[in-house]
Antibody, heavy 119, light 110 residues
Framework: EVQLVQSGAEVKKAGESLEISCKGSGFTFTRNWIGWVRQMPGKGLELMGVIYPGDSETRYSPSFQGQVTISADKSTNTAYLQWNSLKASDTAMYYC????????????WGQGTQVTVSS | QSVLTQPPSVSGTPGQRVTVSCSGSRSNIETNTVNWYQQHPGRAPKLLVFRNNERSSGVPDRFSASKSGTSASLAISGLQSDDEAHYFCSTWDDTLIAWVFGGGTNLTVL
């Protein structure tokens, strides 16, 4: 079964650093793009960026360039989303998902990681 | 402000047919395929339709989608209480060089 399992909920303070993870199984991790999607409370979906673990090519959506770092570890089939200095506005649910190459749809999705940042 | 425009909410009674619209532009919907996602409260989004009108595995044929010009739509017939969820459209934008999502539509089954 193709599956993405994300790390657990995080509660942090503004200014702290954070890395959340997304572990893939049931598919060839290095041959699929993995995307990270933000959903702020009560809001819609925003693609933050994507990574191709095979060669670590990473593309960021303009709004998120310089705000986060996306990386992947081929040896553990895990993608990461990292912040160096969190802001209260980073409070959101974060999802990872496989980007299907044939047409760019996202499937399947991880279960989500809630990040709460207090000021 | 989302690149793709969806109505914030739609509603219907059990058994009815409802449609969710998704309006875009030449740089996104008109030139690329559209995908639809369903998100129940507190759950991760789930792929519903890909490549404009192909249902994902396990999605009942009560769900159908189409695209014309710069707009797309999702239709749900034989409305059921479990259809109550948020629905998002998504596609690639050639100008932004990124995948974009609509703001989402909250479907209420009365």
């Amino acid at each position: 079964e193709v599956q993405l399992v994300q790390s657990g909920a995080e509660v942090k303070k503004a200014g702290e650093s954070l890395e959340i993870s997304c572990k893939g199984s049931g598919f060839t991790f290095t041959r699929n793009w993995i995307g990270w999607v933000r959903q702020m409370p009560g809001k819609g979906l925003e693609l933050m960026g994507v990574i191709y673990p095979g060669d670590s090519e990473t593309r960021y959506s303009p709004s998120f360039q310089g705000q986060v770092t996306i990386s992947a570890d081929k040896s553990t089939n895990t993608a990461y989303l990292q912040w160096n200095s969190l802001k209260a506005s980073d409070t959101a649910m974060y999802y990872c998902a496989i980007v299907q190459p044939a047409g760019g749809w996202f499937d399947p999705w991880g279960q989500g990681t809630q990040v709460t940042v207090s000021s | 402000q989302s690149v793709l425009t969806q109505p914030p909410s739609v509603s219907g009674t059990p058994g009815q047919r409802v449609t969710v619209s998704c309006s875009g532009s030449r740089s996104n919907i008109e030139t690329n395929t559209v995908n639809w996602y369903q998100q129940h409260p507190g759950r991760a989004p789930k792929l519903l339709v890909f490549r404009n009108n192909e249902r994902s595995s396990g999605v009942p044929d009560r769900f159908s989608a189409s695209k014309s010009g710069t707009s797309a739509s999702l239709a749900i017939s034989g409305l059921q209480s479990d259809d109550e969820a948020h629905y998002f459209c998504s596609t690639w934008d050639d100008t932004l060089i990124a995948w974009v999502f609509g703001g989402g539509t909250n479907l209420t089954v009365l």
